[in-house]
Every structure is written in structure tokens, then in C-alpha cells.
């Protein structure tokens, strides 16, 4: 784990152990200056054990959640390192032929000159330790033995003299292999393909390449990784590879390895790669490129590219690079090298080019465009760096996503820690009054409390941080149980790692937040008033001490003036010779601005809090934030973070208001509270729950920016607006309870004061609700979206497209004609196929005519045959009505889906566009689009119907052709969504006749996909294993579609099951907070407990009734939670209900039914403790202590 | 002397606390005849609320025997003795003890409820017992916003409620001034009187005490000595 939220994360850690020094300094230094405080508050913990560790576990649970988090983003990014390094070994950089590796020709090869030059030049370089010539290509392999087959195993030919370098290969019986010992006809296999065509030492394989077929005799199984790499790999040396496919003296890949050994390291990787890129320009061609882009309108285009910018797709790394570029031309060295690496940069020559082209020097364009494709002659990749920072990215997406939904359970924790110290003082409350009557200054029990509670803290933070990665470990080890450990054709294999950056930081971070939640109720406990806290009163029947508006402005005017004013303090005490220690530091504090800026903060703070009694400030500060995003245009001021705040500060002044006036008019305080908090609570749940979900709404702020922050923001707003009126108005509650159980004779008497009890306490009981109920509602939210997609297994056909079996072959070896093919195979019966659907993807760049993007991007082009589109039976998300032949049912999906692929065979200058190639739906996604070709203009949430639109086509890197296409539809995101291509990600393509072909490509393309559809009865399974056979001489890949539709639903399941367990710690900590409750509840209630027992409640029913106490708070909150979070799925459903057609609103009832039953059980052995307790009471001895 | 609905022989209770034994009760003998009101008092820690406890069953003894209306408690389950106190015991205690969460005449509602009585029943009696003490129209206060001779009072209806054989007080008055104290005083005489239940008064207070018609001193867990009081005088039977 390299970043955090998109922040360095060794500088977060840096941070966070930074301020956290900082803090126990101080409190260090302050413990020393009274070291009597703070052995009387140490004393505190050895004295209740059991209280303690309870407290300890409270305050973890933050620390174990972030912990967690981090450990499973380290997991995540080591098991991607762990798998790329094993893949590549010390290979660093690979270096290939200039033409696209993609291309449907497959990998081009290298003549023996570039490769003696190659080796010149690397060789020469002082960080390069290895050179190894290659050829890999992807082969069918059978296994003559156990007549076991494997389409698509990697067979490399690797340079017997180059293997130095690169590390040794190890036999599974512990023999060190060479390559250079491969003799002609041998060959190797690594572990993963033994296992898959069960090979052994001795067997004889076959291996089908378009030269015919050539007979292997295996030497050795080698162990995996390195040179062995992780996939299916076969080894055999590299002159019987050229043989084998005819490619004499030639090689498609060299690998480098640079010193470093196997991690390699970043900054040699781009010094070696960017030294090599400028080495293998064509130093002509470069001078020629110098001097078309010398001229000076061209210069001014690109300065005026760099300026407009448009659409921001000139990231700041780009514009140094084109900033730097122009520097280059302005010297006028046209042999310059750094010229030459910049030129090589594909993200500058497509800013250059756009440049040309929107400056209108259209003469100019395809001269610079040719030169830049020329001007590479070898492209070099640094294979390992990428592979490295893949696997961060993924480990980063991990982290934002563990950590947006385990922020719910962190700020349940932190109120968990609150709660823990609110009891702690209220315990410590009549203890304390007597220490502040003897004379202890208020500021010396803040200190005291402080000192307990960092002791706790610290206790906390390293229990938290060692359990959360245990936690961390057993999710981990649940997904491998669900998904198994590793995916074989991947070579992926998940490793638990932790860091120690994560440890720091997520310790650090852990007891930051636990300290500012101590300090928090330290505050609180300086507020204790003598007499109420001796006499254990209800701390609400004391009026607060506001000092008068006059010294509350003196206090700002100092705090505005602080290190001036602490400068003074230290003066003036260090003349009477007084200690200035403590000045001394906050001086220090103070200059460090921001201390300075909180003091500031906090006594505007006091000035203003005596007024939000009336709830006016809460009105005119909403009031003024939600104008300001109504008529702001953009940016901050467009957000729907500030937007919802301030309509919510708004709708809490409101009720705030309501209450001060109503209880100013004379209404008794506890209507006026019940009314004002049930209409802020009301009003809050309308807006979030319901308004902002409107159009109406939208039309009057206009489009808001928002992310997925906005979720957890409406879970705890909506959450609180919940608990407050049912807080407010738990008596009605209460009644309806007692009116249908209240005739259970048994029942009766301990249902009374089990629903009194915890209704009365309002603050502690409504947090411990919001607490569940926050749990709650993340659960459920997550098990409703999760479920949606898997909907899908009804209308499978949504996703195939009606075609029962997809088979894939390699481009090297395609299958000249499937129908033929088929009807020639013995083993197949012809008449079992109905449809015979091909296509083929072909890597291409497109352009939109009218868009502000300039540039040709690339986007894979898919060909389609007739068949294809006459049965395709893909939906479309969006069309042009004006294609619809008239009478089409628009509300027939499928209808206008038929149509729109009848009009693409009618008229092959049509096509259609898959929706990931539209624009994301403002607001949403994480920003993870494609880097490629995008359309602009119409959104993935638009409305269905749009305009046509033309797009120019042309195969990548602008050879061959360029031609027109008018885009009339999307493809519905749920085609071929379970499609995964070899990354892991479902293609988007821009789909049209496979006529386009002979258009734009300079040699025949052949068919490599075919979809069909098979006779009613037909084993789809059973058909997709015989074809493997039969077409095995061309690597045919067969799937049942439908049951990759299943295993992917699987997949999706084993991951929302992660997040849920994840997740479920929350649950923990809404628990641990009834434990906390309880166990207060019965030191509290002691005597009461004694006199029940004395009026003849017997000890079983005191039992019951804190049972019940429990399980009435976790219903309540269970309720809420579910309500809500059942709410905002809804909405949430129905507003991506655009973009995604046929997704419905469904509740996963099981799944809710799990939860429920699990939050109530685990509520109720967290109560059976201090309930025995309760019941053990003996009367005599509780009532002798009242 | 009709046969004693109370009957304690050589009741003996100890308490030990680490290395600290203390004599609480040392062969205590005491018989309270049906409808008597008996005042015990004596300095502190002369183990009066002990005997209380101890009589009322709400805390064992170590040997002896403690007998309520001829049955002994000595071998009855915390159950039973739970049940036997919802049946024919009320209590009144110093610091009123008073549920905070529950209204006055929820509060009087527990022991009917307890003892199974239906719910629109309960709530009628309780409304009786609280008009009986003068606070009918307090019912719906919660304790907090009583003072404190209310409380007492709904404490007192409370322990009246299932109209009890005895009704134990562990010094009802100390918590209340000496105007209070009257009242409360009068409202158990009245019920002494009027229903003719058994009571057993813990106090301080002389005063108090004289009320009783009977006088019980204790000094360092034994009854010293015992005389009768004014209220020997009055209606009650001897």
C-alpha cells in the first residue's frame, strides 16, 4: 500500500505519528508537572478488571476497523505484486516490434539486425544484467499420454545464451535446469500446465502452430515463477520455437533485467526504459519531426492546446512533457535526445497532433501523424513498474472502498467511545463532586480523566491494530474459502501481507481519534457541577454556565491575538519568576497556526452556541448555504455535500426554532422537545429520504457534483432523523408494545420498567440505537445492491444475447469456416446448432464528429457476420427512434433491441456503441473510465431515445483507412457483461458489419469469436467441451454462457460476502455498546434492583428484564436501520434504474432475516452477563447501600 | 395473644468480611402478634435493619428460625420466598425506592401486576391506594417530580397495594422533615388501624417509635429491651 484516499501513504504515516507524538507529549509533559494526577487516575484501572477490559474493547473497535482495511488493501496490492513478480521474475522491461503487440496479426516478429542492435545497446548499459530473445506465442497442446489437452498454453522459446540474468529454473524434484540443456524436440512444463494435462517427465506432447503439428518429449516439471512464470507455461529452447513457426532468425519479444534483482526498482526502471526509448528512435525520422513541428504556427497551436486544455485531457505530467517539448524546439537542436524521448510518448504526440488539427493546419496533420507512428522503431514496456502499480492501484481501490464503508462502523465506534466515557463520568460523577468540594481545581479532574482515558487509549490502539489485522487475516481466508484460493489461469494467488506503514498509520490513526474523542468528554466532565454530581441528579436540571456576551468577546479577541497574547503570559511570568514550561509550549502550539486557528474556532464557537438554543444561527446559516448552491454555477459551490448540509442545517434550525418558541410560549419543555425534535427528525427524513431524490429537486439546484461520500452522509443524517423521532415519541411505542404483550401475565410486570428504562435515558439509549441502526442500515443497503445484478440469472438472455455457447480461437490459428467445420466433425452433429453468429475484434481508433476531442482514440472494433446481427438478441440502453421501423413497441426492450440489430444488417455504414463508451452519470463512478475512445454528448443515465451520430474509424497507430459510421444505439451494460477478457474487464467496443474489415484493414481479418445458438434439448456444457476437442489444432476456448453467468454471480457473492463480514464488525461494536450499557445499568440500578426483589420480583425475571431492556433497543435500531436502508436502495435502485434497464428493487429476504436474527442474538449474550448479574443481586445487601 | 403471625427464636446472622466478623444478630427472639405495630429502635449498627432483612426474608440467617404466619422460611427457594413476599409482605424504605422511569401510580402498580392482577384492576386499586395516602392527583408524576413525603406516601401505597399481612418499614420518616414525618406517621396508623395489617417500623426517631404499640430496643444485635408505646392505648387489640 503506496497511497491512502489518493495521499502518499508513507507521508500519511509520517503525519499521523507526527501528531500523535505531539499529543502524548503534551500530555506527558503535563503528567510530569503533577505527577500525584496521574497516579490517582492510573489507580483507577488495576481496580476493575473486568470494567476495564470492557472499556478497552469499546475503544479498539475504530482502530480495528481502519487496521483491518489497510491489512486487506495490503493483502490485496501483495497478492498482485506477489503474482506479477512470480510472473515476470527479474524480468524489468520488454522490448517488442513498434507495431501494435494487439494487432489481430498477432506479436511481430524482429529480424536478426534490430535484434543485434538491441543487444548492443542493452548490453552496454550499466544497470542491465540480462538480455533474453524470445519467441511466446499461445498454442494448443495435447498430452499424448493422458490424451489430456490444453488450447492456450504459453510456449516460449527462450535464447539458451541469455538466460543469464534472469535466475535459475527449478526441477520439482529439486534439480537446477538449464536452458541451454534443452536439446532439439525437449521441452519443460511449470507445475500449473502439468497439473492442467497431467504431465510428467517422459511424456510426449503435441503442439499444434500454423506450420502443422510437432512432437515434444518432456523433460522436466519445472517449480513455478521466474523464467517458469505462473500460467500455463511450456519452455523449449528458441531455435526449435523459429522452427516450429517458421520464423528463422527472428524473435517477438526481448526481455531486460536490470540490477536490482527480482522487486526492481521504480527509478532505475524509468531512467533504463526512457534511455533505451530515445535509442530506439530513428534519429532521421526524429530530425524530421523536429523540424515539421519547428514551425512557428505549430508551436502556437500547441501553446494554445496547452491553455484551452479541453476537456481536461491534458493531465499536469503531460503538460510539463509538451511544455518541455517547445523548449526543445525553441533551442533548435534537432539532434536533442530529450526531443526524441518526448516524441516517443504517446500521450504528447496525441496532444501535438489534436493541437495541428484544431488549429486548422489540416495540411499538416498527416505528415506529423506519420512521422510520430515512425519515428518509434522498437516500443520498450516497462512490464514490471506497470504490473507494480496495477497492483497498487487495485490495493488503493480496496482501501477507498474498505474504508467508505467501514467509515459507517469507525464512526459508530467513535460514538461507542463517547458513550464508553459519558458512563465512565457519570460513574466517576459523585467521586469527583467530592474531590472539586475538597478543593481539586476543575481543571485537575479534566487532567485526571485525561490521563485515565489516554492510558485506555493507548491500551486500545495496540489491541485494535493487532486484532484488525487478525480480522483482516480471516476475511481474507474467508474470500479464499468462498473463491478459492487461487485462480489457476491468472497464476493469482492471494499472500496476506501487512505493512508497516499500515501498521503505523492505522495505529496512529486509531489513537488520534480515540484521544480527540477523550479529550471531547474530558471537556464534557469539566462542565460537572458540584452539587448535582454529589447528588447524582440528572445533569439536565442544571442550567449551563454561559459566561456574559462581554467576556465571551474578550475570550475571541484574545484567542484572535493568541501567540501575542501567550508571548505576554510568558513575560509577565517568567518577571515573577514563575514556571513557564507550559507557556513555553503552547507559544509553540500557537505558532504552528493551526492550534492558533482551533482556539479561534472554538471561541466562536462559545459566542455563538448560546444562540442555536433558538435554532436561528441553524436557519440562516442552511438558509444561506442552500441559496449559494442553487445559484452557484460550479465547483464547491455546485456540491451536493454542501447542498444537503446546509438543507439539513436549514430543516434542524426549523425544528429547533419550533421547540424554543413553543416552550418560550409556555408549553411544558417535554411537548415542545417531542414536537421540535419529531418535525426536524420528520422533515430531515422527507428530504433525504425522499425530496432530493426528486426532479423537482434537481431543477431547482441544478446538476450537483457528488460522490460517494454523499452515502454516507445520507446514511447518518437519515439515521439520526430516525432515532430522534422515535426517541421523542418512544411512549407511543411503549403502549402499542403493552397493548399486545401486556396480557402475558408473566410478561407483565418486568415489560413495564424494561421499555421504561431505556426509553427514559434518551441520550444513551437514542446513541446506542443510531448505533445499530447505522450498522444496520450499511447492511442492508449492501445486501439489496449487491443482489441486484443477480437478477440477471432470470433473464439470462439479456447478458448472451441468446446464444447458448461462445467459443474463442486464437487470431494464428482461426477456423476458416465454423458451419463447414462443424458439419465435417464427426463428433458434433450439425443439426444441434441453429445459429452460427462471428465476430472480431480488431484494435482500432475512433473519433466523433463534432466532439471537443480531437484526437483518434484507441477502442476495439468488432466486426460482426450477418448471423450475428439477424439473432443477437442484446438490448439496447439507448437508440434512435428514427432507425425503429414504425409500430415498434418502444416498450418491448427486446423489440427495439431487434430492430436496431436489423438495421446494422440492413445498412453496414450503421453501428452501435457499448454504453461503458458513453459518459458516467454525473456524480458517479470513481472516475476509473477508460483511457480510450469515449463519446461525448450523451450520458450513460440519459434518456433512451437519442440522436445518431457519426464517428470516424480507422485501425490503430492510423494505418490503413479511415471511415465513417453512423452510431444509432448503445448496447445495453448488461450484454456480455460476464464476458471477461483476459484482464479481467468486459470489453467496450464500437460494434458494426464485419464489411468494415475490408474497409480499413490493409489484410484479410478473420473470424476469431463465434456465438451460437444451440437446438432446443441440447447439453450447452457438454457441446463447449467436444468443440474444445475437435478444434483444438486451433486453440479453441468453449463456454457454457450461462453458467458463466452463474460462476460470476458466485464470484459477486463471495465479495459482497467479504464486505458484509467487513462490515459486520460494526455489528460488533453496536453490541459492545448494549454490553457497555448494561453493565452501567446494573451498578446503577442496584438499589432499585433491591427493592423489586423485595416486593417479590423474583431473580429470573430481573434477568429477563434487561434481556428484554437489550433486545428492545436492538429492535428499535434493527428497525430503523432496515427501514432506511431499504429506503435509500430504493431510491438508489430507481435512479440508476436509467442507465441500468431491467434492474428492479428487490429485498434479500434471507439475507435480512440473517441479519436480524444475528444482531438480536449477539445483543443478547452481551446482555446475559451483567443480566446474571442483575439477578444475583441479593435485595438486603443492594438496599444497604441507598 | 392471639398466635404471633411473626415468630423469631435464636435468630442468629453474622457477617463476614475478609478478616472482619460482625455479630449482626446474636439469638434474637421476637414474636409480633397480627395487627400489631411494633417500632424497633436503638443506636446504629445495633443491627435493626438486620433484623428487618432477616425477618422479612429478604436476607438469610446462619441458625435459628424465622417463622411468617407458622410457616418457617428456612427452607424455602429464593423463588418461594420472591412469591411469599409479592403475597404478604409490603415495604417501605427510607430513600422511598421508587422506580425513576415509572409514573406514581406505576409505581403502585407493580405488586398488583406481580401478584397477577388484571391490568384495568391494577390500575383501579392503585388509584384507591393513592387517594388513601392523598396523592390521587399526583398519579401521573414521576417520582422526580414528587417531594419528598410524596414519594414517601406513594412508596406507602405501594407497600399496601396487594393489602399485605405485614408491612415492613426501614425507617420510613429519616429521610423527611419532621412535618413530613407526622403525615407519613399518621397515613401507617390510619392503615394500622383501619385494615388492621401487622407492621414492623424501623427508627431513629422517639417520636416515631411512641406512635407503636409496641417498643423493641436493640444494642449490639440483641434485643435489649422493649416497652409499649402510646399506640398501645389506642384500638388495636391486645
Not at chain 1, 810 to 829: C, G, H, K, R
Request: glycine share 8%.
Amino acid at each position: 500500500m503506496r497511497e491512502f484516499f489518493g495521499l502518499d501513504m508513507n507521508t500519511v504515516a509520517t503525519v499521523l505519528a507526527t501528531l500523535l507524538i505531539i499529543s502524548l507529549v503534551i500530555v506527558v509533559i503535563l503528567g510530569m508537572r503533577n505527577r500525584i494526577l496521574v497516579k490517582l487516575a492510573l489507580r483507577n484501572i488495576p481496580r476493575r478488571p473486568a470494567q476495564t477490559a470492557l472499556i478497552v474493547v469499546g475503544l479498539m473497535l475504530s482502530t480495528t476497523i481502519i487496521a483491518a482495511s489497510l491489512a486487506i488493501g495490503d493483502t490485496v496490492s501483495g497478492s498482485i505484486r506477489g503474482t506479477v513478480l512470480d510472473a515476470l521474475g527479474d524480468t524489468d522491461i520488454r522490448i517488442r516490434s513498434a507495431a501494435d503487440p494487439t494487432s489481430i496479426v498477432g506479436d511481430a516478429y524482429i529480424d536478426a539486425e534490430t535484434q543485434q542492435a538491441v543487444l548492443d545497446i542493452t548490453q552496454s548499459n550499466p544497470n542491465v544484467d540480462g538480455v533474453l530473445l524470445q519467441i511466446r506465442e499461445i498454442l494448443p497442446v495435447l498430452n499424448n499420454r493422458t490424451q489430456l489437452t490444453e488450447a492456450r498454453m504459453n510456449v516460449v522459446g527462450f535464447d539458451p545464451a541469455g538466460t543469464d540474468g534472469f535466475g535459475s529454473i527449478t526441477a520439482t524434484t529439486g534439480e537446477t535446469l538449464t536452458v541451454a540443456s534443452l536439446q532439439s524436440g525437449q521441452a519443460y512444463i511449470n507445475e500449473t500446465a502439468a497439473d492442467e494435462i497431467d504431465a510428467q517427465a517422459g511424456d510426449r506432447l503435441t503442439l499444434v502452430t500454423p506450420t502443422g503439428r510437432h512432437d515434444f518429449t518432456l523433460n522436466a516439471v519445472m517449480v513455478d515463477g521466474g523464467l517458469s512464470a505462473n500460467d500455463d507455461r511450456l519452455i523449449v529452447s528458441l531455435p526449435d520455437m523459429q522452427r516450429i513457426m517458421d520464423r528463422s532468425g527472428q524473435v517477438n519479444r526481448i526481455d531486460v533485467s536490470l540490477l536490482g534483482g527480482r522487486e526492481g526498482s521504480a527509478d532505475l526502471s524509468d531512467e533504463v526504459a526512457e534511455e533505451l526509448r530515445v535509442q530506439f528512435t530513428d534519429p532521421e525520422i526524429a530530425s524530421q519531426l523536429f523540424d515539421a513541428l519547428s514551425r512557428v504556427a505549430v508551436v502556437a497551436a500547441i501553446e494554445q492546446r496547452i491553455a484551452d486544455n479541453p476537456g481536461d485531457t491534458i493531465n499536469s505530467d503531460t503538460e510539463d512533457d509538451l511544455n518541455e517539448l517547445i523548449g526543445e524546439i525553441v533551442s533548435g537542436d534537432r539532434t536533442s535526445e530529450r526531443f526524441r524521448a518526448l516524441a516517443v510518448k504517446s500521450q504528447v504526440a496525441g496532444q501535438v497532433i489534436a493541437a495541428v488539427e484544431s488549429a486548422g493546419l489540416t495540411d499538416q496533420v498527416l505528415p506529423i501523424t506519420f512521422l510520430f507512428f515512425q519515428v518509434e522503431l522498437l516500443g520498450v514496456d516497462e512490464i514490471k513498474q506497470d504490473g507494480l502499480d496495477f497492483a497498487e492501484l487495485i490495493g488503493n481501490i480496496f482501501v477507498t472502498f474498505f474504508s467508505i464503508f467501514g467509515s459507517f462502523s469507525i464512526i459508530v465506534g467513535l460514538l461507542l467511545i463517547f458513550l464508553v466515557f459519558v458512563m465512565l463520568a457519570a460513574e466517576r460523577s459523585s467521586e469527583m463532586g467530592i474531590a472539586r468540594a475538597v478543593g481539586t481545581k476543575r481543571r485537575h479532574l479534566v487532567q485526571m480523566f485525561t490521563y485515565e482515558g489516554v492510558a485506555y487509549a493507548i491500551g486500545a490502539a495496540i489491541v485494535g491494530t493487532i486484532v484488525g489485522l487478525a480480522a483482516s487475516g480471516g476475511l481474507v481466508a474467508l474470500l479464499v474459502n468462498a473463491i478459492g484460493a487461487t485462480d489457476d489461469d491468472a497464476g493469482f494467488e492471494f499472500r496476506f501481507t501487512i505493512t508497516a506503514t499500515s501498521v503505523i498509520a492505522g495505529f496512529s490513526l486509531g489513537l488520534l481519534l480515540t484521544l480527540a474523542t477523550v479529550a471531547v468528554s474530558a471537556f464534557r466532565v469539566s462542565k460537572l457541577n458540584i452539587v448535582v454530581a454529589i447528588r447524582g441528579l440528572p445533569a439536565e436540571l442544571v442550567p449551563s454556565e454561559v459566561p456574559p456576551l462581554k467576556r465571551r468577546f474578550q475570550n475571541l479577541g484574545i484567542a484572535a491575538i493568541s501567540p501575542v497574547w501567550q508571548l505576554y503570559l510568558l513575560v509577565r511570568r517568567a518577571k515573577s519568576s514563575r514556571s513557564v514550561g507550559v507557556d513555553i509550549v503552547l507559544l509553540i502550539l500557537y505558532v504552528l497556526i493551526l492550534p492558533w486557528i482551533g482556539r479561534v474556532g472554538f471561541e466562536v464557537w462559545r459566542l455563538v452556541s448560546p444562540y442555536f438554543r433558538t435554532g436561528i444561527p441553524q436557519t440562516v446559516i442552511g438558509l444561506l448555504g442552500v441559496i449559494i448552491t442553487i445559484v452557484g454555477e460550479a465547483g464547491f459551490v455546485n456540491s451536493a455535500f454542501l447542498y444537503s448540509m446546509s438543507g439539513s442545517l436549514l430543516l434542524v434550525g426549523v425544528g429547533q426554532t419550533t421547540r424554543w418558541l413553543l416552550f418560550r410560549r409556555g408549553t411544558r419543555r417535554e411537548v415542545a422537545d417531542r414536537i421540535g425534535f419529531t418535525a426536524m427528525g420528520g422533515l430531515l427524513l422527507v428530504f433525504w429520504g425522499w425530496f432530493s431524490w426528486t426532479s423537482f429537486s434537481e431543477s431547482i439546484t441544478g446538476e450537483l457534483d457528488g460522490g460517494i461520500e454523499m452515502f454516507i452522509v445520507s446514511g447518518v443524517w437519515m439515521v439520526a432523523s430516525g432515532v430522534w423521532v422515535i426517541m421523542y415519541n418512544a411512549d407511543l411505542i411503549t403502549n402499542a408494545v403493552q397493548a399486545t404483550l401486556g396480557n402475558n401475565r408473566t410478561l407483565r410486570p418486568i415489560l413495564k420498567p424494561a421499555i421504561a428504562y431505556p426509553t427514559s435515558s434518551r441520550f444513551r439509549t437514542g446513541l446506542t440505537v443510531a448505533m445499530f441502526a447505522l450498522v444496520i442500515f450499511t447492511l442492508m443497503v449492501f445486501s439489496i445492491l449487491n443482489n441486484l445484478g443477480n437478477d440477471i440469472i432470470d433473464t439470462p438472455d439479456k447478458a448472451t444475447g441468446g446464444f447458448d455457447v461462445r467459443a474463442e480461437t486464437s487470431s494464428e490459428l482461426p477456423v476458416e469456416n465454423m458451419a463447414a467445420s462443424i458439419e465435417a466433425a464427426p463428433e458434433l452433429n450439425a443439426n444441434d446448432f441453429t445459429v452460427i453468429a462471428a465476430s472480431s475484434d480488431l484494435a482500432g481508433e475512433a473519433r466523433q464528429s463534432g466532439a471537443e476531442e480531437l484526437r483518434f482514440l484507441e477502442v476495439p472494433v468488432r466486426g460482426v457476420n450477418d448471423d450475428y446481427l439477424r439473432n443477437a438478441q442484446f438490448e439496447m440502453s439507448h437508440y434512435d427512434p428514427a432507425f425503429l421501423p414504425a409500430g415498434t413497441d418502444t416498450g418491448d426492450e427486446l423489440a427495439v433491441g431487434r430492430a436496431i440489430w436489423a438495421a446494422l444488417a440492413n445498412d453496414p455504414t450503421l453501428a452501435v456503441v457499448s454504453n461503458g463508451l458513453l459518459e458516467a452519470p454525473a456524480g458517479g463512478g470513481f472516475g476509473f473510465g477508460p483511457a480510450g475512445f469515449q463519446v461525448e454528448g450523451i450520458a450513460q443515465d440519459d434518456d433512451e431515445e437519442i440522436e445518431a451520430f457519426e464517428i470516424a474509424i480507422r485501425q490503430t497507430r492510423g494505418q490503413g483507412e479511415t471511415v465513417n459510421r453512423t452510431v444509432i444505439g448503445a448496447v445495453d451494460p448488461f450484454a456480455g457483461s460476464f464476458e471477461q477478457s483476459d484482464d479481467g474487464t468486459t470489453a467496450a467496443v464500437i460494434t458494426t458489419s464485419a464489411a468494415i474489415f475490408d474497409e480499413i484493414s490493409n489484410e484479410p481479418v478473420p473470424f476469431t469469436t463465434y456465438r451460437l445458438k444451440l437446438a432446443d434439448g441440447v447439453d450447452p456444457g457438454r457441446t463447449a467441451a467436444l468443440m474444445e476437442t475437435v478444434f483444438l489444432d486451433n486453440s479453441l476456448l468453449a463456454t457454457d454462457t450461462f453458467e458463466e453467468i452463474e460462476d460470476g454471480i458466485a464470484q459477486n457473492d463471495a465479495f459482497g460476502r467479504l464486505f458484509q463480514a467487513f462490515m459486520g464488525l460494526g455489528l460488533v461494536v453496536g453490541v459492545a455498546s448494549l454490553g457497555v450499557l448494561s453493565f452501567r445499568a446494573v451498578v446503577e440500578r442496584r438499589v432499585s434492583i433491591g427493592m423489586m426483589r423485595a416486593i417479590g420480583y423474583k431473580s429470573r425475571m430481573i434477568q429477563v428484564q434487561f434481556l428484554l431492556e437489550s433486545v428492545f433497543v436492538t429492535v428499535i435500531g434493527t428497525a430503523i436501520g432496515l427501514l432506511l436502508g431499504a429506503l435509500i436502495s430504493w431510491q438508489i435502485v430507481n435512479d440508476i434504474q436509467d442507465s441500468f434497464d431491467g434492474l428492479s428493487f428487490s429485498v434479500p429476504w434471507l439475507t435480512v432475516t440473517v441479519i436480524v436474527v444475528i444482531a438480536v442474538i449477539a445483543a443478547l449474550l452481551t446482555t446475559l452477563i451483567p443480566a446474571r448479574q442483575a439477578s444475583r443481586i441479593y435485595p438486603s445487601e443492594a438496599l444497604r447501600y441507598e | 395473644m392471639a398466635d404471633p403471625i411473626i415468630q423469631a427464636s435464636k435468630v442468629v446472622k453474622t457477617y463476614r468480611s475478609r478478616d472482619v466478623v460482625v455479630e449482626a444478630l446474636r439469638s434474637v427472639d421476637l414474636n409480633v402478634a397480627p395487627g400489631e405495630m411494633v417500632a424497633v429502635m436503638g443506636p446504629s449498627g445495633s443491627g435493626k435493619t438486620t433484623m428487618l432483612n432477616c425477618l422479612s426474608g429478604l436476607d438469610g440467617i446462619d441458625s435459628g428460625d424465622i417463622s411468617i404466619n407458622s410457616r418457617s422460611l428456612s427452607g424455602m427457594s429464593d423463588n418461594a420466598l420472591s412469591d411469599y413476599r409479592a403475597r404478604f409482605m409490603g415495604f417501605v424504605f427510607q430513600s422511598f425506592n421508587l422506580l425513576p422511569v415509572l409514573s406514581a401510580r406505576e409505581n403502585v402498580e407493580l405488586p398488583l401486576v406481580l401478584a397477577g392482577v388484571g391490568s384495568s384492576q391494577a390500575r383501579e386499586t392503585a388509584m384507591q391506594k393513592l387517594e388513601q395516602v392523598g396523592l390521587a392527583e399526583r398519579a401521573n408524576h414521576t417520582p422526580a417530580e414528587l417531594s419528598g413525603g410524596q414519594a414517601q406516601r406513594v412508596a406507602i401505597a405501594r407497600a399496601l397495594a396487594n393489602e399485605p399481612a405485614i408491612v415492613w418499614a426501614d425507617e420510613p420518616t429519616g429521610n423527611l422533615d419532621t412535618e413530613n414525618s407526622t403525615e407519613i406517621m399518621n397515613v401507617l396508623l390510619q392503615m394500622n388501624r383501619e385494615q388492621g395489617q401487622t407492621f414492623v417500623i424501623v427508627t431513629h426517631s422517639l417520636e416515631v417509635g411512641e406512635l407503636a404499640d409496641r417498643i423493641v430496643f436493640m444494642r449490639d444485635g440483641q434485643i435489649e429491651s422493649e416497652r409499649a408505646g402510646s399506640g398501645a392505648n389506642g384500638a388495636t387489640s391486645q
